[in-house]
C-alpha cells in the first residue's frame, strides 16, 4: 500500500502548463504536488540526453510564444531560463538557390526583391496583417474565452470585453479581421505574393502541427499561433531556450520548488477519484494515493476523462463532446546527432540564416500534396520540414564541433496506413526507418551529405510521441486549432472555463483556450480560475487588460 | 521557376546599409562620420557641423545626396489616368517639364506617402518619394495601359540647396539652360543630367538627376565650381532644420505612412495634414476621394499646425495642452530656428484644436540642465506662414546670391 | 454622357436575382428595364434544347432553396404559375445498397431501415433549424457596424440581430452550444462524428460542397450545407425543366410592367461625377437610368463601369475574389431509360447522388487543386424526363448530371481532348451505378467552368458566382466595403448571388439589392 498525503492541490503531468499552474498556486501558499508519469518532467518541453555527449529538444524545440507576464511573475530567469533569438531561416529550392529569411531589414527587402520585386512591399503589408491580428489577440490569451451562452456576469463581461475590442477596429478592420480568421494562409498568401518560393517559406507556420492543408480555411489563424509570439517584444520573432526546451520546466519546477511544492516523478495518475461529483484526489499507477480537494490535470482533455476518469462520475452530453474533440496526430519529429556541422552547398559559408529555422518545400501546391498524402494515412512523401541546428547558438547541446539536429516534419499520420488498414499499430521499427528514409531524401534536397554525418537519430513518430509524453495521437497543441474548438468551444462547449464538470477538477492544459504552443497561458489562466473558486483571486498577478483601457 | 544555379558568394544579397555612387566622396568628406540609414543606403547624418552645415544651406550653398529617395517611372496610354487616380490632385494641371508636389491616399482617405511628380511628356512620369511604392503603383496600375518601372537604382540625385546655388550652376557650366527655370521647372541641361529647381529648404535650389553610373563625375563638376561661391557638402541633420524652419512635412516623422502604420487610426488625411489645397474633388475619382468627401462633410479629426513655441528650448516630442490642463495633442518636429530666432515646431493637435480652438495652447518641455531634468509649460501660438520664407527662393532668373 | 433618364433602374443580367430585383423594383413604381446578353432568360436557370424535340436544363437542374419572401412577392405559385414536384434523394452505392432519403427520412431503397436513420434524421432535423436560423440573415443586407444608432436602417438591423440572438437562446443552452461549434465546423467531421462512413454520409458531403472549391475536410462547409437546407432542404423539379424557374421570375417582373429586351449585351456602364448614369450597348445604344443594377459578377461589373472608378484596395480584393468553378455540367439526350440495379424503378426520378462516402467527395477534390483532371468525380444525376415527360418525345430521355470537381484551367486549357476525357471519365462513374448507359447516348454536352462563365457571366464559372467560404460571406461578400450591394460608384448596385446571401436559386440578392437601393433613395 502506498502513501495517502493530502495536498491543497494536486496537479496531474509535469508539462509547461501544469508547471505554471502548480507555481502560481504554490506562491499563492497552497501544498501544491504536481505527479508526473515520466521519470523527468518538463511534458513536451524537454531536454534529453538520448545519446551519451548531445542533447536534444526532443518534443517542442524552440520558444517564442512563452508569455512573458508568467515569465516575470514565476521569475523563471533567475531559474536560469535565458531565452536566445535566432538569427533568421531559409526555404532552399532544387535547384541549388534559396530563399532566406534575414533578419536585417534591408538585406530581408534586398532578398526578397532578388526573388520578386514586386513582393518585396508587399512583405510590408503581409507583416502589418499579421502583427494587427496578433497584436489584437494577444490580450485575449491570459484571459477567459467569453461564454455567449451564459449569463454569467463574468461571462457578460467577458463578452463585453471582447465586444468592445471587436468595435474598437471599426466596421472596416473587423471585417478583415474576420476573413483573416477563417481564410486558408494559401489564400492569404496568393494574394500577397507572386513567387511560389517566399509563399512556401512562410506558409508553413499556418500548418505546422495540425491536421489541415495550406489551402484550408482557418490556417491563417494557425499562423497566429506561430507568431503572437516574441522574443523581449519583437512580435513574432522566435528563440532558442539555452539547455534546450527542458530549460523552461527546468526554471517552472525549480520555481515551483523553491515555493515548497512538491513533485513526485515515474508515477502517472491512473485514476481521477471522486466521491458524490467532487474530486477527491488521485491515484497513481504505482498504488499510491494523494488526497486533494483541487486537482488539475495537465494531460489532455480526451486523455483526461475518456482514460483516468470514471466514465459515470460524468454527464452523458460531456462524454460525447470529449469522445468529438479532434486531436489529430499529424507530425513526426527527428532529433539527430551529427559529428559535425554538414554542408549547405547552396548556402554562403558562415551563413546567418543557418543559424535559423531550415525548410525544403518550396510551393503551395507542394505542401497541399503533403497534406493530400496525410489524409490516406501516409507520411508525406514530399514533407515539409522545420529543421534547426540551435547547438550553433547553444553550447550545451553538443560536444564541442559536434552539432545536434532537430526536424520537426509535418505531415506524418497517428493511424498509419499499410495495405489499407489504417492504425497506429502500424508504426513499428521498419516503418519508422522508411518514415526517416524519406525525411532524409528531403533533407538531401539542401543538405546532400546529411547521412554521413549522423551519429544517431531518433526517430519519433505521433504514435511514439503520444506514447512517451501522453498526448493523444501525439498532437503538439492538445486539440486541433479549428474554430469549432478555440474559444468558448476549447476544449467542449460550456467548459471553456478550465472548471470540469467534476467539482475541484480543472484542466490546465493546452486543450482548453487558448490553445497549444509552449505558451503557458491555459495553465496561468487555470490557475487563476482555481484561486478564483477559492474566493483568492487576489493571490496572483492580473493581466487582464481592464475594461475601456485598450490601447 | 527556372532560375540558374549560380550562388553567389559571400551572399546573394548585401547584408546592411549599402553605399550609393557618391559613398568615396563623402568618406573623404566626413569629420564626424555620423552615418545613417536611408533606404538601405548609406546617408550622412553630418559631415562635420551640424551648425555649420545648416548656415551654409542659408547663406551659401550646399550639396545633398538624395539618390536613395525611391524613383519610379510611369509611362504609357494610360499614365496621366494611372496618375490621377494615385494622387489627390489634378496630375493633369502638372505641365511637361513641370515639378509638382503630391500625396497620395488609400481608400480610407490617409495618406500613403508624399512626394514629388516630374512630369517628362504627355503620358511620361516620375514619382519620387521616400517609402517604397512599386506594389503600390503596380496595383494602381492594374488594368490599365501604363508600365511601371522602378529607377530608384537607376537614377542618382543630388541636392544643390543655398542662395548661391545659381551662381554655382552657372559656374559649372549650367547657367544658360537653369537661368530661365521657374521653381518646380525641370529641364535636360545636357543629355542625361536633369536638373529641376525644387528642394526641401524653401530657399533657392535645385534638384540634379543622372544615371547612378554617372553622379560622380556630377559631383565633382559641381564641387570643382563651388570654390567661389562657399559649397559645403552637408547631412541629413541640417537638412532637417531648414525643412521645419520651411514648414515642409516630412513622412514617418510629422505623419505616419499608413501603410506601415501597425496600430489603427495612425493614419492621416492631407485634410488633417493642412493640404486641402492639394485635393481636387472635381477631377474625377482618385484613390480615397469618397472617404475625403466623407470627411470634408464631417470635419478632420486632427489638424497638423505650425507652431511658435515660447521659450528658447526645441520643442521635439513635447506634449501639447489647451487651457494648461487638457492633453490635446504633440509636437511631431520641434527645433530652435537659427534664422529666425525663435522656437518653432510642427505639431498635430485633435480637432476642434488647432482648427476652430486656437487659443491657450500650451508645451510641456523637458529640459536636461546638466543631469537635472525641469520640466516647463510655456505657450504656443499657431502660425499660418512658414518660419522662413525669402524672395529669392521665387526670383527667376534668380540673384547671384 | 446620356442625360436623359430612358428607365428609373437598369438591371444588367436577366438570371432570376436580376429578374428579382428588376420585379421588386417594379412592384415600387419604378420603371425597369433588364437587358440580357443572351437569348435565354435565366442565366443559370435556363433550359435548352440538346435535340429536336428535347428540353433540358442547361445548368442547374433543381429547385431547393428560392427564398419564400422571393416567392410571395413576386406571386411565385400564385398569381403566376410555378409547378414543382418533390423528389426524393438517392444515394447510389456501388453495392446494390442505394439509399433514399425523403422528408428528411433515409432508408434503403429496398425498404430496409438504415442503420443510421435516426442519427440522419436528428442531424437533419437540427442542420435544418440552424439553417432556418441562418435563412433569417438571408432576408436582408449583412449586419454590419456602419452607422448611428439613431439611423433607422440601424436599428432594424439591431432588432434583426436581436431576434436572431433570441432565436438561438430559443434553442436552448444545449442546441445553441451546439450551434456555435458546429457553425464553422467541417462537413467531414461534422458527418462521421454521427454516422459511418458510406453513401448516406457521402450523400451530405457532396452537397456541402457541390458547386464549392472545397473537400468536405475544408472548415466551413457545415456552413455551405446550411445554406442550402435554409428553406428546409428538399429538392424538388420545376414542371417544364429550370426554364420555367426563369420564366416564372421573368412573367412576375413583365407583369409589373418590367421591360425584358434579350440580345441586349452591355458594354459599358456610364458614370458622371462618381454616379451610374446609364449604359452603353454592344451595338451602340445608350439608356439613361438613375441607377443600374448588375447582377454580372463582381469583376465584370467593375471593369463594365471603368477601373478608374474604384479604389485600387477594392479592385485588389476583387482581383482576389474567390471564385474557381469547379462544377461541370454534363447534360446528355439518352434513347432510353437507364437501368440502375437495385434501385426500384420509380425512384430513377430521384436526384441520384454518386458520392459513396465523405472520403471519396475528399478525394474527388484533391486533383482539381493541383488543375489535374478528376479521376473519380462526385455526380449529381438527373432523369428530368421521368417526372416531366413533356420535356423529351418519342420516349427519349435527358440525363442531367452535375460533375464535382473539375479544374477550373488545368494546364494548357480546356481542350477539345480534355472535354472528351472528362466525359468519357464521367460515363465511367455512370456505368459503374447504370451499366449500358453509355450505349444509350446519342448526343451530349460538355460544360466546363470557362463554359459557364461565357454562357452566364458567372464569375469563374462559379456555380456560386464566388466561394461561399467565411472569408466570402455576411459583410465580406463579395468583399470588404462593397458587401451591402452599394458597388462603389454612387447609384451601382450589385445584385447577383457574388452578394449576400450568396448562390443558389434563392431571388435573395435580387431582391435585397432592390431593397437597398430604395432604402438609399437612389431612383
Known amino acids: 500500500m502506498g502513501q495517502h498525503d493530502t495536498y491543497d492541490a494536486i496537479i496531474a503531468g509535469a508539462g509547461h502548463n501544469g508547471l505554471t499552474t502548480a507555481c502560481y498556486l504554490a506562491r499563492a501558499g497552497l501544498k501544491v504536488l504536481v505527479v508526473e508519469k515520466n521519470d523527468w518532467i518538463g511534458g513536451a518541453a524537454v531536454s534529453r540526453s538520448l545519446h551519451e555527449g548531445w542533447t536534444y529538444s526532443n518534443c517542442s524545440y524552440v520558444c517564442s510564444l512563452l508569455r512573458r507576464e508568467i515569465v516575470r511573475d514565476l521569475e523563471l530567469p533567475r531559474f536560469g531560463l535565458q531565452v536566445i533569438p535566432y538569427e533568421g531561416g531559409a526555404t532552399f529550392t532544387r535547384d541549388g538557390d534559396y530563399f532566406a529569411y534575414l533578419s536585417d531589414h534591408d538585406a530581408l527587402r534586398r532578398e526578397i526583391s532578388r526573388h520578386s520585386a514586386r513582393d518585396a512591399d508587399a512583405y510590408t503589408r503581409f507583416s502589418q496583417t499579421v502583427i494587427r491580428q496578433c497584436r489584437f489577440i494577444r490580450p485575449f490569451l491570459l484571459r477567459n474565452a467569453p461564454d455567449p451562452t451564459s449569463l454569467r456576469p463574468r461571462d457578460l463581461q467577458e463578452m463585453l470585453y471582447l465586444g468592445r475590442k471587436a468595435h474598437g477596429l471599426g466596421a472596416h478592420e473587423l471585417n478583415e479581421t474576420l476573413r483573416f480568421w477563417t481564410m486558408s494562409i494559401g489564400d492569404f498568401l496568393d494574394e500577397h505574393f507572386e513567387s511560389d518560393l517566399i509563399k512556401a517559406h512562410l506558409a508553413g507556420s499556418g500548418i505546422i502541427g495540425t491536421g489541415l492543408g495550406v489551402y484550408s480555411p482557418g490556417t491563417a489563424y494557425v499562423l497566429l499561433h506561430h507568431y503572437m509570439g516574441d522574443v523581449d517584444g519583437s512580435i513574432g520573432a522566435w528563440g532558442f531556450a539555452r539547455g534546450g526546451m527542458g530549460a523552461i520546466t527546468k526554471a517552472l519546477g525549480d520555481s515551483f520548488t523553491e515555493a515548497d511544492g512538491t513533485i513526485v516523478t515515474g508515477a502517472g495518475v491512473e485514476k481521477f477519484l471522486v466521491q458524490d461529483g467532487r474530486v477527491t484526489g488521485v491515484a497513481l499507477d504505482n498504488g499510491d494515493e494523494y488526497r486533494a480537494g483541487i486537482v488539475g490535470s495537465n494531460m489532455d482533455v480526451k486523455r483526461t476523462f475518456l482514460k483516468h476518469t470514471d466514465r459515470a462520475a460524468l454527464p452523458d452530453d460531456f462524454v460525447t463532446a470529449v469522445e468529438r474533440f479532434k486531436i489529430r496526430g499529424s507530425s513526426g519529429k527527428l532529433n539527430i546527432a551529427l559529428d559535425a556541422l554538414p554542408d549547405f552547398p547552396a548556402a554562403p559559408k558562415g551563413a546567418p540564416f543557418l543559424r535559423g529555422d531550415l525548410h525544403c518545400s518550396t510551393t503551395l501546391d507542394e505542401l497541399e500534396r503533403a497534406y493530400d498524402d496525410w489524409k490516406d494515412g501516409r507520411w508525406s512523401s514530399e514533407p515539409y520540414f522545420d529543421m534547426l541546428i540551435p547547438s550553433q547558438i547553444d553550447p550545451t547541446m553538443a560536444p564541442p564541433g559536434k552539432h545536434m539536429m532537430t526536424v520537426f516534419v509535418q505531415y506524418a499520420p497517428y493511424d498509419l496506413n499499410v495495405g489499407g488498414v489504417r492504425s497506429a499499430d502500424n508504426w513499428d521499427d521498419i516503418q519508422r526507418k522508411a518514415f526517416a528514409d524519406a525525411v532524409f531524401d528531403k533533407i538531401e534536397q539542401c543538405c546532400p551529405d546529411i547521412r554521413r554525418h549522423v551519429v544517431h537519430a531518433e526517430i519519433r513518430s505521433p504514435w511514439d510521441i503520444e506514447n512517451e509524453v501522453g498526448l493523444t495521437e501525439g498532437n503538439i497543441f492538445q486539440g486541433e486549432l479549428t474554430f469549432d474548438q478555440l474559444l468558448f468551444n476549447r476544449p467542449v462547449p460550456g467548459y471553456a472555463s478550465y472548471d470540469m464538470p467534476i467539482r475541484g477538477m480543472y484542466l490546465v492544459g493546452s486543450s482548453a483556450h487558448p490553445g497549444g504552443g509552449v505558451m503557458a497561458a491555459p495553465g496561468a489562466n487555470a490557475a487563476r480560475e482555481i484561486l478564483r473558486g477559492l474566493g483568492r483571486r487576489r493571490a496572483m498577478p492580473d493581466h487582464r487588460e481592464p475594461l475601456g483601457a485598450e490601447a | ?401 | 454622357m446620356s442625360a436623359a433618364r430612358d428607365f428609373d433602374v437598369i438591371v444588367i443580367g436577366a438570371g432570376h436575382n436580376g429578374l428579382a430585383a428588376a420585379a421588386t423594383l417594379a412592384r415600387k413604381g419604378r420603371r425597369v428595364c433588364v437587358l440580357e446578353r443572351s437569348d435565354t432568360l435565366g442565366g443559370m436557370a435556363g433550359n435548352f434544347s440538346p435535340a429536336k424535340g428535347v428540353t433540358a436544363p442547361r445548368m442547374a437542374h433543381l429547385l431547393y432553396n428560392l427564398n419564400p419572401k422571393v416567392a410571395r412577392d413576386l406571386g411565385l405559385g400564385e398569381r403566376i404559375p410555378l409547378k414543382t414536384l418533390a423528389l426524393p434523394s438517392v444515394a447510389l452505392s456501388p453495392d446494390g445498397n442505394h439509399v433514399v432519403v425523403e422528408a428528411g427520412k433515409a432508408r434503403f431503397a429496398d425498404g430496409r431501415a438504415h442503420p443510421d436513420a435516426a442519427a440522419f434524421a436528428a442531424l437533419h432535423d437540427r442542420l435544418t433549424r440552424f439553417a432556418g436560423l441562418l435563412a433569417k440573415m438571408s432576408e436582408n443586407p449583412p449586419p454590419g457596424l456602419q452607422g448611428s444608432l439613431l439611423d433607422p436602417a440601424k436599428l432594424g438591423e439591431l432588432i434583426r440581430l436581436a431576434r436572431l440572438g433570441l432565436g438561438l437562446k430559443r434553442l436552448g443552452k444545449v442546441e445553441m452550444r451546439e450551434f456555435l461549434r458546429i457553425l464553422m465546423s467541417n462537413a467531414h467531421d461534422l458527418l462521421l462524428d454521427e454516422m459511418g462512413d458510406g453513401p448516406l454520409a457521402g450523400l451530405l458531403a457532396a452537397d456541402a460542397v457541390r458547386g464549392a472549391f472545397a473537400g468536405p475536410r475544408s472548415p466551413g462547409t457545415v456552413f455551405t450545407l446550411m445554406y442550402r437546407m435554409g428553406n428546409g432542404g428538399n429538392v424538388a423539379l420545376p414542371v417544364g425543366g429550370m426554364g420555367a424557374v426563369a420564366e416564372a421570375f421573368a412573367s412576375a417582373a413583365r407583369a409589373v410592367g418590367c421591360d425584358i429586351r434579350l440580345g441586349n449585351g452591355v458594354a459599358g456602364i456610364e458614370v458622371a461625377d462618381d454616379r451610374a448614369v446609364g449604359v452603353l450597348l454592344d451595338d451602340g445604344t445608350r439608356l439613361g437610368a438613375g441607377a443600374i443594377l448588375s447582377s454580372a459578377g463582381p469583376m465584370p461589373t467593375l471593369k463594365l463601369a471603368g477601373i478608374r472608378h474604384f479604389d485600387t484596395e477594392a479592385v485588389r480584393r476583387l482581383r482576389h475574389h474567390r471564385c474557381k468553378g469547379s462544377v461541370a455540367k454534363i447534360n446528355l439526350v439518352l434513347s432510353g431509360v437507364p437501368a440502375i440495379p437495385g434501385l426500384p424503378v420509380d425512384l430513377n426520378r430521384g436526384r441520384l447522388v454518386i458520392a459513396p462516402s465523405v472520403e471519396y467527395v475528399e478525394r474527388a477534390f484533391n486533383p482539381a487543386k493541383y488543375g489535374e483532371m478528376p479521376t473519380a468525380p462526385s455526380i449529381e444525376l438527373l432523369l428530368p424526363c421521368l417526372s416531366d415527360p413533356s420535356l423529351a418525345s418519342d420516349g427519349r430521355q435527358v440525363a442531367s448530371a452535375i460533375v464535382n470537381f473539375v479544374p477550373p484551367a488545368p494546364d494548357g486549357g480546356w481542350t477539345k481532348a480534355r472535354r472528351n476525357a472528362l466525359l468519357k471519365t464521367v460515363l465511367g462513374v455512370l456505368e459503374q451505378y447504370a451499366p449500358g448507359l453509355s450505349g444509350l447516348v446519342t448526343q451530349s454536352e460538355t460544360l466546363v467552368p470557362p463554359d459557364i462563365e461565357a454562357l452566364t457571366g458567372a464569375p469563374g464559372g462559379h456555380w456560386h458566382h464566388g466561394e461561399m467560404g467565411f472569408d466570402q460571406v455576411l459583410t465580406n461578400r463579395p468583399a470588404n466595403g462593397m458587401a451591402r450591394y452599394r458597388f462603389g460608384v454612387n447609384g451601382l448596385y450589385l445584385c447577383g448571388a457574388a452578394a449576400h446571401p450568396g448562390g443558389d436559386v434563392t431571388g435573395a440578392p435580387g431582391r435585397n439589392a432592390a431593397l437597398q437601393l430604395l432604402r438609399d433613395g437612389v431612383a
Open chain 2, 1 to 401: 521557376m527556372a532560375k540558374s544555379a549560380k550562388i553567389p558568394q559571400p551572399f546573394a544579397v548585401p547584408i546592411g546599409l549599402v553605399p550609393t555612387p557618391l559613398q568615396p566622396r563623402l568618406e573623404a568628406l566626413s569629420q564626424a562620420k555620423a552615418w545613417a540609414g536611408w533606404a538601405g543606403y548609406i546617408t550622412a547624418r553630418v559631415l562635420d557641423n551640424v551648425e555649420f552645415e545648416y548656415f551654409a544651406i542659408r547663406n551659401q550653398v550646399t550639396l545633398f545626396d538624395i539618390s536613395p529617395m525611391h524613383k519610379y517611372r510611369i509611362t504609357g496610354p494610360d499614365a496621366l489616368a494611372v496618375m490621377n487616380r494615385l494622387i489627390t490632385r489634378d496630375a493633369a494641371k502638372i505641365g511637361i517639364g513641370r515639378v509638382g508636389y503630391a500625396m497620395w491616399c488609400n481608400e480610407q482617405g490617409m495618406v500613403i506617402d508624399d512626394g514629388t511628380i516630374f512630369r517628362f511628356g504627355e503620358a511620361d512620369f516620375r514619382l519620387c518619394c521616400q517609402e517604397p511604392m512599386l506594389t503600390w503603383l503596380l496595383d494602381s496600375a492594374w488594368g490599365f495601359d501604363a508600365e511601371i518601372r522602378d529607377e530608384s537604382e537607376a537614377i542618382a540625385g543630388l541636392s544643390l540647396q543655398g542662395p548661391t546655388a545659381f551662381s554655382l550652376l552657372a559656374e559649372a557650366g549650367f547657367g544658360d539652360a537653369v537661368a530661365g527655370l521657374k521653381p518646380f521647372d525641370l529641364d535636360e541641361v545636357e543629355p542625361g543630367i536633369w536638373i529641376s529647381r525644387t528642394g526641401f529648404t524653401g530657399d533657392l535650389g535645385y534638384e540634379l538627376w543622372c544615371g547612378w553610373d554617372g553622379v560622380l563625375a556630377l559631383w565633382d563638376r559641381l564641387w570643382a565650381a563651388g570654390g567661389n561661391w562657399g559649397l559645403r557638402a552637408i547631412g541629413g541633420e541640417a537638412l532637417d532644420i531648414a525643412r521645419i524652419e520651411a514648414g515642409f512635412i516630412a513622412a514617418g516623422v510629422d505623419f505616419q505612412p499608413v501603410h506601415g502604420a501597425i496600430r489603427l487610426g495612425r493614419g492621416r488625411s492631407p485634410l488633417e495634414l493642412g493640404f486641402a489645397r492639394m485635393v481636387d474633388f472635381d477631377k474625377g475619382h482618385f484613390n480615397g476621394r469618397r472617404a475625403l468627401l466623407a470627411e470634408r462633410a464631417r470635419g478632420p479629426k486632427h489638424h497638423l499646425v505650425r507652431l511658435d513655441i515660447g521659450g528658447f528650448r526645441p520643442a521635439d516630442g513635447a506634449l501639447l495642452y489647451h487651457k494648461k490642463k487638457k492633453e490635446v495633442g504633440h509636437v511631431t518636429s520641434g527645433i530652435w530656428s537659427p534664422t529666425a530666432k525663435r522656437n518653432v515646431a510642427l505639431a498635430e493637435l485633435r480637432a476642434p484644436y488647432g482648427g476652430a480652438v486656437k487659443g491657450d495652447l500650451w508645451a510641456e518641455i523637458y529640459v536636461n540642465l546638466e543631469g537635472q531634468w525641469d520640466k516647463r509649460l510655456v505657450p504656443v501660438r499657431i502660425e499660418d506662414k512658414p518660419f522662413f520664407t525669402h524672395k529669392r527662393a521665387r526670383a527667376t532668373p534668380p540673384n547671384r546670391f
